[in-house]
């Protein structure tokens, strides 16, 4: 029953604009119109990473609630944990419309949309209605217009260190002009002091570290990944996000809407950032939480994100195509893994197949 509602929600959906679409099931998520879809609680998919203990390895990225205003409904699906934002200190509309296409031969999402959100104050809000103990992080960026970017993540930290479980310092989207030059490593180091201080300044207020991650992007050289690393250890970063979207389009299917810029994600983003992922956990070592994100559409795409060297995974795209029951899904699809494999716990495939991946060409 469940199935066939989805099939018949996905239709009406896709006669969408893709934006109206997304608004569409961000309102049917706050009024209960979709039900919850956990899967039972299994121990074996508990995982602590950076001191937090997550029910389960599966996450909702950032891009979908940019507001906050569903992440309590998102955790209700299934999911380990979500991430709100990206949120900028001030409110901006982001990029001219139209700036999401989907690519339904692919399975994938181009989206151009620019950090639109309705800034700190308004995320903030929300936030401060919600559990303490849902497991919500906050990603953060800079404005479109900021005269100091590293200044607006500064912000972002001092804004929502009461209500945060972690952060994530977006800095690999491809939508906001010059953003990603924050992965040069002269720069990247001026941003990790200033955001790690800030984070430092409020702990010591009170009482309550809480870990930043670094979201980095897929399209990356073997020198800048070198770079990105050299940092990440040098300052004691808690963990990486890999990856946000791409610029690539190879291999794609739909050439027409492969002319749309923007970044794209969803199943063809899977392998090369799998790959990054990979090589990334060869140059940071064991010990450095990183969380896979790309093209997640199935309990042994996660796996896989796992075995590359993930302790945790994200997903968003895919679940345009997939619905809203596919987070349970993964997640019983998780359990059922351990069974047939007999694992003590799924971490225990983390790291199996780095040397595979990471022995690809990005």
């Not at 039900?35 to 602590?48: E, F, I, S, V």
């Given at each position: ?21 997304h ?7 706050k009024?209960?119109?979709v ?14 990473v ?10 909702m990225a ?41 690519l ?7 989206n ?10 308004g995320?903030?809000?929300r ?7 849902a ?9 479109k ?46 941003l ?6 800030a ?14 991650f ?12 070198d ?9 004691a ?7 946000n979207?791409?610029?690539s389009?190879?291999?794609?299917r739909?050439q027409?809407?492969?002319?749309e ?35 997640v ?10 075995r590359a ?23 019983r ?6 069974d ?9 495939i983390?790291?199996?197949r780095?040397?595979?991946?990471a022995?690809?060409?990005?």
């Open positions: 029953m469940i199935d066939a509602f989805q099939s018949l929600a996905r239709r009406g959906l896709f006669l969408l604009d893709p934006e109206a679409a608004g569409l099931s961000v309102k049917a998520l009024t209960g119109l039900p919850a879809c956990a899967a039972p609680a299994d121990p074996r998919l508990t995982q602590t950076a001191g937090l203990t997550f029910a389960n390895p599966l996450g950032a891009g979908y609630d940019k507001n906050a205003e569903v992440p309590e409904a998102l955790l209700r699906l299934g999911f380990g944990f979500t991430e709100i934002g990206t949120v900028t200190p001030k409110p901006q509309a982001g990029n001219d419309k139209p700036r999401i296409f989907r339904v031969e692919d399975d994938a999402v181009i151009r949309l620019g950090f639109n959100n309705e800034g700190h104050q995320a903030l809000t936030l401060r209605g919600c559990s303490r103990d497991m919500i992080g906050v990603n953060i960026g800079a404005n217009d900021s005269a100091d970017r590293i200044a607006d993540y500064v912000a972002g930290i001092r804004a929502f260190y009461g209500v945060a479980r972690y952060f994530t310092a977006n800095i690999s989207s491809p939508n906001t002009p010059g953003l990603r030059d924050l992965q040069a490593r002269e720069s990247l180091a001026a990790l002091s200033a955001v790690l201080a984070r430092d300044e409020e702990a010591a207020k009170t009482g309550r570290r809480l870990p930043v670094l979201k980095i992007a897929p399209d990356l050289t073997e020198e800048a990944m770079d990105i690393a050299a940092e990440a250890l040098s300052h970063l808690d963990g990486l996000i890999v990856s979207t791409t610029l389009r190879d291999g794609l739909d027409r809407q492969a002319k810029s923007g970044g794209l994600s969803g199943k063809p983003l899977f392998e090369k950032s799998t790959v990054v992922l990979a090589k990334m956990r060869q140059r940071v070592g064991p010990d450095l939480p990183i969380i896979g994100v790309g093209g559409s199935s309990a042994e795409t996660a796996a896989e994100k796992i060297g993930a302790n945790l995974v994200q997903l968003y795209s895919c679940m345009v195509y997939e619905g809203p029951s596919l987070p349970g899904r993964i997640v699809g998780l359990s059922d893994l351990c047939r494999d007999k694992l003590s716990s799924i971490a225990d983390r790291g199996s780095t040397d595979h991946w022995a690809r060409n990005v």
